[in-house]
């Protein structure tokens, strides 16, 4: 059976690049994509994933929220939150954050694709 994960990210270009080089990968993953967490909480009630990657930074639902609704909502998924940018202090921060709010792993933008295998293959083996 293949996991189902859903990547949650209001930046088209980085879920184009994700989409592209995990490829390789849809032989054991079933990959979804959403644009903000409010969209992600509605495709979890159709599509429930094991796995949800989120940003922490977006428009109409931000992933800290989006954490604690899944936490509430689907406490059994795995939860690798996502974040970047110049504000790095800011960023590690809301990372942390993450953490205490239930996020099972993080990853600090940009990371390869190499990076997210493997930090997807370790919270889906846990």
């Not at 990210?9 to 967490?37: I, K, T, V």
């Not at 990657?53 to 690798?80: C, N, S």
């Not at 990372?95 to 940009?110: M, R, V, Y």
Request: glycine share 8%.
């Amino acid at each position: 059976m293949k996991t189902r994960i859903l990547f949650v990210d209001d930046e088209p270009n980085l879920l184009h690049g994700l989409q592209r080089s995990l490829r390789p990968m849809r032989a054991q993953w079933d990959m979804y994509f959403a644009a903000n967490g409010r969209e992600a909480m509605e495709l979890m009630q159709v599509t429930p994933c094991e796995v949800v990657v989120t940003d922490l930074f977006m428009p109409e639902q931000e992933g800290l929220e989006t954490i604690m609704a899944l936490r509430r909502q689907h406490p059994g998924t795995k939860i690798v939150a996502i974040s970047g940018g110049g504000y790095q202090g800011k960023f590690l921060c809301a990372l942390d954050i993450a953490t205490t709010l239930g996020a099972n792993s993080t990853l600090q933008k940009p990371f390869s694709s190499q990076q997210m295998i493997h930090v997807l293959q370790e919270v889906t083996h846990v």
